[in-house]
């Protein structure tokens, strides 16, 4: 059992109205606040919102391997039936949906997640050094690519993994051009603020089916609203290499691709070294390896 006490109930048997979160958005003070690469303005937006993007971060140029390597997984077919490799539901060839654990395959991503650029702006939002607890590239393929409902991460890692406190984020780094038609990530703008309890229990290993199909751990449509009414919701788009950080509680989903062009995102979860994980909060056994990293809480260094 754990020993902290749970301040983000969910997962129950009657609903519970949304509330306010107890956590800071920025986590920095003082001269770690100000001698950051994000500027005060971008804090404040970050803090407002739930998240910055930013165009064009990374040079095309440096995504081309990144590229190569991407459709070289697309065609392994050893790597489909690696347990972290999630494949689409309901079609006849199988297309991938999700490869969890990337920077353990591959050292090109490994090293892209000790980015010095990447890491200050971490540290600096984390207010701390950090480590990856979860990394993944999202496929969605031309006409076939499912969606993604509306969730927050947190209140997955909190149940399911054991995370403490809403003091991680993840890094969203596009690797083909996310445009309106595409499926591109939405936000909702400062739904960050609250956290929003589900209903339901979860069921052993539910991660084996919440990967291809969220049903447990979805927001109800009443919270949403309000949410949405309040915020709005945002789509940031880019072509290769752009960027986005968005904070652990932000509302996110994503449509269904309709067009020809495939959609494919780089996933880096990183969590403060002062937030290390706990048993899971909903009672069942931990998450694979994969999905949730509790071996290894070195803060990560820089590498260019």
Known sequence: MNDAQDLFPTRLERKLGMFERFDPVVHSEGAQRRDGPLSEEQLREYERKGFLSFEDFFDKDEMDAFLQELTDYEEDEDLKLSEGTILEPGLGRQE??????????????????????????????????????????????????????????????HSEDGMPRMRSLSCSIILTENGEFNGPLMLVPGSHNYFVPCVGRTPEDNYKASLKSQEVGVPDYVSLRQLMLDGDIEAPRGG?????????????????????????????????????????????RPRPEFLA????????????
């Open 96 to 157: 991938i949906r999700s490869i969890f654990g990337i920077h353990d395959i591959s050292e090109r991503f490994s090293r892209l997640t000790r980015d010095p650029r990447l890491l200050a702006m971490v540290q600096q939002l984390l207010g701390s050094d950090v480590y990856i607890h979860q990394s993944r590239i999202n496929y969605k393929p031309g006409f076939k690519g499912k969606g993604f409902d509306w969730h927050s991460d947190f209140e997955t890692w």
């Open 240 to 284: 290769p290499g752009s960027l986005v950080l968005f904070e652990c509680n932000t509302m996110h989903g994503s449509n269904i691709n309709m067009s020809c062009w495939p959609r494919s995102n780089l996933f880096f979860v990183y969590n403060s070294v002062e937030n290390g994980l706990l048993n899971p909060f909903c009672g069942n």
């Open 293 to 304: 990293n509790r071996k290894d809480w070195s803060p990560l260094t820089p590498v260019r």
